[in-house]
């Protein structure tokens, strides 16, 4: 699998527990598979550090991830997600550890519906009704960094 990582850095061998906590899936290396979101990101990061963006392109064994570590796989924005994410968010997480989480983004579509139902200002029915009107977008986050050397090679980098 092809994934892509945003920033303003070339980052040939990353590491997992460099990432900030209280992030979506917790603390880890983020990638996508979805080129034009690491573009996205990678713009956002250049204007705000006033700098170029640069896309990290690396080749990612799912096949191996799946057989030798813990996968979480988050297919939709339903309430598994939604609760990991907001417990991610605030910290309180303390559920089952997993190598790799994959989902969707808590991104400007839905972070607002996200953002609502953590301040418990939206119950649960009104968030998932809002939440099923997108189609998750793509995010994975390597939380071990057997993973990143096993199983991720960087394959090569273009600027934004």
């Not at 910290?91 to 989480?101: A, F, I, K, P």
């Not at 998932?128 to 071990?144: D, G, V």
Request: aromatic share 12%; net charge negative; with cysteine.
């Amino acid at each position: 699998m092809k994934v892509y990582h945003g920033g303003t850095s070339v980052i040939q061998r990353p590491l997992a527990g460099y990432g900030r906590k209280g992030l979506d899936f917790g603390q880890g290396f983020y990638v996508t598979a979805i080129s034009k979101q690491a573009e996205a990101w990678a713009d956002r990061m250049a204007r705000i550090r006033n700098t170029h963006g640069v896309v990290n392109v690396y080749d990612l064994d799912m096949e191996k991830v799946k057989r030798e570590f813990s996968y979480k796989f988050f297919p939709e924005y339903d309430v598994q997600w939604l609760e990991f994410i907001v417990q991610n968010r605030l910290g309180t997480y303390h559920g089952e550890e997993y190598d790799l989480v994959e989902g969707g983004v808590a991104n400007d579509r839905v972070i607002d519906t996200v953002e609502a139902y953590m301040a418990n200002m939206m119950p649960l029915e009104t968030a998932l009704r809002n939440l099923a009107m997108h189609n998750p977008n793509n995010q994975l986050c390597i939380r071990n960094q057997r993973i990143i050397d096993e199983c991720m090679v960087f394959k090569n980098l273009y600027n934004i």
